[in-house]
């Protein structure tokens, strides 16, 4: 471990570089640039608040905030991981030239994905200050959730960046299971039915659906509940100890392949 802090320690600037390069490279052929950021997640919001309340006559209190909420912590997720998975082969070059520690990469995709998803909660608190919605105590509540998914969507970029090294096809069986992710987290419906259904445990045994219930008690001002607070932290930790582990396992073989 002491050799692990260390190590971390002597290259946290690359780290660092890493990051602001996949934040740059996010943006560069974009003529938004960062307004895209705070654009997409309003676009997508109304889109959604047209066709799930509107036309199909949601009463939802502050409709629109329970998708925003939903929307920008799953485009992390999704956006986080996908990042990661690639992360490996898209530095082949200075895989092959110098030695960095190899987590770095993985690790720097999810960081650069998170700044960028703390920078689109600006559209979070705009609208919901313009719908009214006022701050409680229980807004602090917001924390652990979104340290909860920083660590899951680290857990999983290693271990994708890990299969994705030997399985290329990796990329495009993920795009379809964040799809299904997607569906099972109740961004854009109410989930109370469904979890009375013969397949209600796939909503509530889903680590980001969790997340996001969490995460939604805290901005309506809501109390956590502790089994959405407790379960996705161990399922996270889970996989983050699987992922290392399987990453400097592999590790060595990179080179080989990518």
Not at 10 to 37: C, H, I, N, P
Not at 226 to 243: C, K, N, W
């Amino acid at each position: 471990m002491k050799t692990f802090i260390a190590n971390f320690k002597k290259y946290r600037f690359l780290l660092e570089e890493l990051t602001k390069k996949d934040v740059k490279l996010k943006y560069r052929s974009s003529v938004l640039g960062f307004v895209w950021t705070l654009l997409e997640p309003l676009l997508t919001m109304i889109v959604l608040t047209i066709v799930f309340g509107t036309i199909m006559n949601n009463k939802t209190p502050h409709f629109s905030v329970y998708i925003l909420t939903g929307r920008l912590l799953y485009s992390f997720f999704s956006g986080g991981t996908k990042l990661a998975l690639k992360s490996i082969r898209r530095n082949a070059g200075m895989i092959r030239k110098v030695y960095v520690p190899k987590y770095m990469y993985p690790l720097a995709a999810t960081m650069s994905s998170f700044i960028t998803f703390l920078l689109s909660l600006v559209v979070l608190v705009a609208v919901a200050a313009v719908q009214g919605l006022r701050p409680t105590v229980y807004l602090l509540g917001v924390f652990p959730p979104l340290l909860t998914l920083f660590v899951m969507v680290a857990a999983i970029g290693f271990l994708l960046a890990t299969l994705d090294v030997f399985f290329r096809d990796l990329e495009y069986l993920w795009n379809v299971a964040t799809m299904l992710i997607m569906y099972m987290s109740a961004i854009f419906y109410q989930p109370e039915r469904l979890l009375d259904s013969p397949y209600g445990f796939l909503i509530r045994f889903n680590p980001l659906y969790a997340v996001i219930a969490n995460f939604r008690n805290a901005v309506f001002g809501r109390p956590p509940e502790l089994f959405y607070t407790l379960y996705p932290v161990a399922v996270s930790l889970v996989i983050l100890v699987a992922g290392l582990a399987f990453f400097y396992k592999k590790q060595d073989r990179f080179v080989l392949y990518i």
